[in-house]
């Protein structure tokens, strides 16, 4: 994540994602199960996975619930979402490696070389906040830090190929987030949601880029097989694996 997001090194932010849009995504379980899916179908077994922006460490856990003897590194920019990922994962008889390291530069990979190879990497909703350039870039190294048919799945927010899709998009996402919240606070308008959702503190942090165009970084980056087997709207899972 890039030094640049400041939000996401405060509290405001990432209460805001993990309280009112975690667990609001549409399709979440859909989207981790693919996930899941695109794993498997590289490297195995999984002796050990990179989990890269990964947040609250939730993609983390559920990897862990398949893969329960996988090494896992974690690495996020976010304090306060390693410390949330560490709560999540505190249960765990073998404690993950958690990283604090900055994506938006190279150096970031300096933090994890004693672990590498990995047999897979995986990512949700982190990389869309570098620039393209970087995205580009970050894909290659992710590549090297693969071993032979080792996978790499992402959980991604993308670019809309039209207006309207990001409209629908933001419409949808309301209506999730006001859904979810009225579990805890019955009362809540969707006005209210609304305007939270409007105003979050991460708004200015997203640098979207199509799901194509990104497919295509992957192949440039040396991945075969390069797949994208869900979208709705801006939201994607797509992945590949290193050549054997």
């Not at 498997?40 to 947040?55: H, K």
């Not at 994962?89 to 994506?103: K, M, R, S």
């Not at 580009?136 to 992710?142: F, I, P, S, V």
């Not at 987030?177 to 997203?206: C, F, K, L, M, V």
Request: hydrophobic share 50%; glycine share 6%; proline share 7%.
């Amino acid at each position: 994540m890039s030094r640049q997001d400041v939000a996401w090194q405060g509290e405001a932010a990432v209460r805001w994602f993990l309280d009112s849009v975690r667990g609001a995504i549409p399709f979440s379980a859909t989207q981790l199960a693919i996930m899941l899916r695109i794993v498997a179908n590289g490297r195995q077994p999984v002796r050990s996975f990179l989990d890269v922006g990964a947040g609250d460490g939730l993609l983390s856990a559920v990897m862990l619930a398949q893969y329960p003897r996988a090494e896992a590194v974690l690495v996020d920019f976010s304090a306060p979402m390693l410390d949330a990922a560490r709560e999540r994962l505190a249960a765990l008889p073998a404690q993950p490696v958690l990283v604090e390291t900055d994506l938006a530069s190279p150096a970031w990979r300096d933090a994890v070389a004693v672990y590498v190879p990995f047999d897979a990497v995986v990512s949700g909703f982190a990389i869309h906040h570098l620039d393209d350039d970087r995205k580009r870039a970050l894909y290659g190294e992710l590549g090297e830090l693969l071993a032979p048919e080792g996978s790499f799945a992402h959980i991604e927010h993308v670019a809309p190929e039209a207006p309207w899709i990001g409209d629908a998009f933001d419409e949808a996402i309301v209506d999730a987030i006001w859904e979810h919240g009225r579990r805890t606070d019955p009362g809540i308008t969707r006005d209210q949601s609304a305007a939270a959702y409007a105003s979050r503190p991460d708004r200015d942090a997203n640098r979207l880029a199509p799901l194509d165009v990104q497919c295509e970084w992957l192949r440039e980056a040396g991945f075969v097989n390069v797949v994208a087997p869900f979208r709705w709207y801006e939201i994607a899972v797509f992945g590949g694996y290193r050549p054997a």
